[in-house]
């Protein structure tokens, strides 16, 4: 009989992603409803020393698989080895996340065990009634949000984008560690990893920032943007964008924040010529203050903003760095 709710638990260089630790936390809501427990699946080589930090965000028990063809993720091992784990353990519910590797992952997995997946879910719940998991992601373009539910099959299966769900932490400070161990389905690598490139950035990714200011059509240009980075250095944030600035080559694809970008939760989102389309929406509508200056009083922007400016950004934008400069300078005085 299927229980419990396992989450996959991404890692790089041994060192946990976020993404991880948000989705336990929404296991652990899970599973309180259900009554069951949250389980870890930490695959690796030499991880096990990374389990402690999974049981203060809620999981229970934490199943470690160390081999050293798994040092870097690979499709084919790192399958066969979670394929082992819900084939052994039977879980009502896995989750992943849905980067690269979990995009990768996931499906494999859904095809091995035949059973549904749903991707780059926004929400989770259980149903009081049926103790399904309801699972939510905008659909049709985003112009509307579904709630799939998959009552035949098991494991229930989803993805979620990093920085959709809140982590938490627990007053917990061990649990569970199995270690176990399952075959390869080919004895030697189907594919062979020669080389690993790791790009430095110096800029911070958007979903670790505590303030962003986002831009989008109305910016006019790639200058419109290269005119907040003082705004930006003011008040310690980071440059975030709208699909429609992206797509015109203004900024960055890592900048972007939507349904087909980044899903951000900052204390300040501070959007700027950005219509509101409900696909930009879908990304950052969670963020604990929403100012919006827009020229059009009617865009959908406002429906969601805190606070809303009617007014052409080329004039406000300066004079709010100015006044944001005068209060840090102030406050430095004082």
């Given at each position: 009989?299927?229980?419990?709710?396992?989450v996959?638990?991404?890692?790089?260089?041994?060192?946990?992603?976020?993404?991880?630790?948000e989705?336990?936390?929404?296991?652990?809501?899970?599973?309180?409803?259900?009554?069951?427990?949250?389980?870890?699946?930490?695959i690796?080589?030499?991880?096990?020393?990374?389990?402690?930090?999974?049981?203060?965000?809620?999981?229970?028990?934490v199943?470690?698989?160390?081999?050293?063809?798994?040092?870097?993720y690979?499709s084919?091992?790192?399958?066969?080895m979670?394929?082992?784990?819900?084939?052994?353990y039977?879980?009502?519910?896995?989750l992943?996340?849905a980067?690269?590797?979990?995009r990768?992952?996931?499906?494999?997995?859904a095809?091995?065990?035949?059973?549904?997946?749903?991707?780059?879910?926004?929400?989770?719940?259980?149903?009081p009634?049926?103790?399904?998991?309801?699972?939510?992601r905008?659909?049709?373009?985003?112009?509307?949000?579904?709630?799939?539910?998959?009552?035949?099959?098991?494991?229930?299966?989803?993805?979620?984008?990093?920085?959709?769900?809140?982590?938490?932490?627990?007053?917990?400070?061990?649990?569970?560690?199995?270690?176990d161990?399952?075959?390869?389905?080919?004895k030697?690598p189907?594919?062979?990893?020669?080389?690993?490139?790791k790009?430095?950035s110096?800029?911070?990714?958007?979903?670790?920032?505590?303030?962003?200011?986002?831009g989008?059509?109305?910016m006019?240009?790639p200058e419109?943007?290269?005119?907040?980075?003082?705004l930006?250095?003011?008040?310690?944030?980071?440059?975030?964008?709208?699909?429609?600035?992206v797509?015109?080559?203004?900024?960055?694809?890592?900048?972007?924040?939507?349904?087909?970008?980044?899903?951000?939760?900052?204390?300040?989102?501070?959007?700027?010529?950005?219509?509101?389309a409900?696909?930009?929406?879908?990304?950052?509508?969670?963020?604990?203050?929403?100012?919006?200056?827009?020229?059009?009083?009617?865009?959908?922007?406002?429906?969601?903003?805190?606070?809303?400016?009617?007014?052409?950004?080329?004039?406000?934008?300066?004079?709010?760095?100015e006044?944001v400069?005068?209060?840090?300078?102030?406050?430095?005085?004082?």
């Amino acid at each position: 009989m299927s229980k419990d709710i396992y989450v996959f638990i991404e890692q790089r260089d041994n060192k946990l992603e976020k993404v991880g630790i948000e989705l336990l936390g929404k296991a652990r809501e899970l599973a309180d409803d259900l009554g069951q427990e949250v389980v870890g699946m930490l695959i690796g080589e030499n991880v096990k020393g990374e389990a402690n930090i999974l049981f203060r965000h809620g999981a229970d028990k934490v199943i470690v698989v160390e081999d050293p063809r798994l040092k870097e993720y690979l499709s084919e091992d790192y399958a066969d080895m979670v394929y082992g784990i819900i084939e052994k353990y039977e879980p009502e519910i896995v989750l992943f996340g849905a980067t690269s590797i979990g995009r990768d992952l996931a499906p494999n997995l859904a095809a091995r065990v035949h059973t549904g997946l749903t991707a780059d879910c926004t929400k989770l719940e259980i149903d009081p009634e049926s103790k399904l998991l309801m699972m939510t992601r905008p659909a049709f373009g985003g112009n509307l949000m579904a709630t799939i539910v998959c009552e035949n099959f098991r494991p229930q299966m989803a993805t979620v984008r990093p920085g959709v769900m809140p982590s938490i932490e627990v007053d917990k400070a061990d649990g569970e560690v199995i270690e176990d161990k399952f075959e390869f389905s080919h004895k030697e690598p189907i594919v062979h990893l020669r080389e690993v490139l790791k790009i430095e950035s110096t800029k911070k990714d958007i979903t670790e920032a505590n303030i962003l200011i986002s831009g989008g059509r109305g910016m006019g240009g790639p200058e419109g943007f290269d005119a907040l980075n003082g705004l930006a250095k003011e008040l310690g944030a980071e440059i975030a964008s709208s699909r429609a600035a992206v797509d015109s080559g203004w900024i960055e694809k890592s900048q972007q924040v939507g349904q087909t970008g980044k899903t951000v939760r900052p204390e300040l989102y501070l959007a700027l010529g950005i219509s509101g389309a409900i696909q930009h929406l879908a990304g950052m509508e969670d963020s604990d203050l929403i100012i919006a200056v827009n020229k059009d009083d009617g865009a959908p922007i406002f429906d969601v903003a805190d606070l809303g400016v009617v007014g052409d950004l080329n004039a406000i934008v300066p004079k709010l760095e100015e006044l944001v400069r005068k209060e840090r300078e102030l406050s430095e005085q004082l």
